[in-house]
């Protein structure tokens, strides 16, 4: 199973099982150099793939990244440059970034600050990944105040999404990728709340047929977002549902929490922030919490002083000098802006998830 989906007019992702073997077909032809950055566990699959890219032809300069977030810093964007300097780079040559999001954050942001910016082939290998960081362009890193407060939109030349890889996903980041599908279930697509409802077992096997539905589902819901509003001028604000929190947990935590965790709780927690704002009813953030609890996913957080998660949300992207603004559901697909919450309500709903209820 393989296809080619289009996400904007002037790039495609292919999805499919053994897919990654076809990443030296995207990489283009006017590249004579390639710089292949891949998260540790991906040794095995970056050495193969380096193997198949010199073999077409390219020198190809191979970079094993920090794991998970640590990849996503000053350090090792410095460190990139140095290396893209000394080869000589130019612009018709590529970066590959091979790992889960936070490898093709960090190589799409090398990428989008080299030279300006030269082409990156982004492969995706987590649940996370593919369904999301490695689509839309988005790149960027952390700094000590805060989640990915530096970047650029720079879009990819193709996206390589091969489903065998999630094999060997630990389940517990598995887990944590579905939040970003649900997550576009939530604002635009209830068919895949619906699919994960009938058979929660079946949308976590990564052998089955209900996954890459899934998958599929969640990348249409990025790609209609992003080939319309590309610079989140408006519209791409919707994918950063539960994002505000999230954000916010995932600083106070110093990143020892999972991404997809820490959107699985910062979406209950807009859910009941949008109830006291009168927008949503307690039967959709009872549904919230049920349907995260369906796969494992976290629905509380009980760290973090309230005033430090306070700063950190101040620091979001969607935040206008004093106004404090969240992505907000006025029902199922049905998102909308909330602005300047009354403070009370904002303490209200970090009480409500400090519990489990
Ligand atoms: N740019 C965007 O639009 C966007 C969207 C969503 C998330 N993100 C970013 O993505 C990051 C989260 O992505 P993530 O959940 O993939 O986290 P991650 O990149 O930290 O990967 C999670 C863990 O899984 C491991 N892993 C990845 N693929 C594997 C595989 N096939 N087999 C075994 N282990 C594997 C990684 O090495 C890591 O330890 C965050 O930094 C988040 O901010 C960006
Ligand atoms: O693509 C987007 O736009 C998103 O907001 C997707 C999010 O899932 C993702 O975590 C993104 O990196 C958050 O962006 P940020 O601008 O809030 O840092
Ligand atoms: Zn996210």
Redesign the pocket.
């Known amino acids: 199973m393989s296809d080619l989906i289009p996400i904007t007019p002037t790039y495609g992702l292919l999805l499919g099982r053994g897919v990654l073997e076809r990443v030296p077909e995207v990489v283009p032809h006017s590249a004579t150099r390639v710089l292949l950055v891949h998260?540790?566990?991906?040794l095995d699959a970056a050495s193969r793939l380096a193997e198949a890219l010199r073999a077409g032809g390219r020198e190809v300069f191979v970079e094993e990244l920090p794991?998970?977030?640590a990849?996503?810093t000053a350090d090792v964007l410095v460190r990139l440059w140095s290396v893209l300097g000394q080869a000589g780079f130019t612009r018709t040559d590529v970066v590959v970034a091979l790992?889960?999001?936070?490898?093709?954050?960090l190589g799409?942001f090398v990428a989008a600050s080299w030279l300006r910016g030269v082409p990156v082939v982004q492969v995706?290998?987590?649940?996370?990944?593919m369904v999301?960081?490695?689509?839309?362009g988005?790149?960027?890193i952390n700094t000590p105040e805060g989640?990915?407060l530096v970047g650029a939109f720079h879009e990819p030349t193709a996206v390589v999404c091969d489903l065998d890889?999630?094999r060997?996903?630990?389940r517990r980041?598995l887990v944590?990728?579905t939040a970003?599908v649900i997550k576009c279930g939530f604002i635009a697509d209830p068919r895949i709340l619906e699919l994960l409802d009938a058979d929660p077992d079946a949308a976590l096997n990564v052998d089955g047929e209900v996954l890459p539905e899934l998958v599929r589902r969640a990348i249409r819901v990025k790609a209609d977002v992003v080939s319309v509003d590309l610079k989140e001028s408006s519209l791409r604000e919707i994918?950063n549902y539960g994002h505000t929190f999230a954000h916010a947990i995932e600083q106070v935590e110093h990143y020892s929490w999972?991404?997809?965790d820490a959107v699985a709780v910062g979406m209950v927690y807009v859910a009941e922030l949008s109830r006291r704002a009168g927008l949503i009813d307690q039967q959709l953030v009872d549904e919230h919490r049920r349907l995260l609890r369906l796969v494992g996913l976290p629905t509380s957080y009980t760290g973090g002083r309230w005033a430090d998660l306070l700063t950190a949300m101040s620091r979001d992207k969607k935040t206008r000098g004093a106004t404090l603004r969240f992505v907000a559901l006025t029902g199922i697909a049905q998102p909308t802006r909330l602005e300047s919450p009354d403070p009370q309500w904002l303490e209200e709903a970090f009480a409500a998830v400090s519990t489990e209820r």
Do not use: F
């Open positions: 998260a540790p566990v991906m794991d998970a977030e990849a996503k790992g889960g999001g936070a490898t093709t954050d799409g995706p290998t987590s649940l996370l990944g999301d960081a490695a689509v839309g988005k790149t960027g989640k990915n890889l999630l060997t996903l630990p980041d944590a990728g970003e994918l999972r991404h997809g």
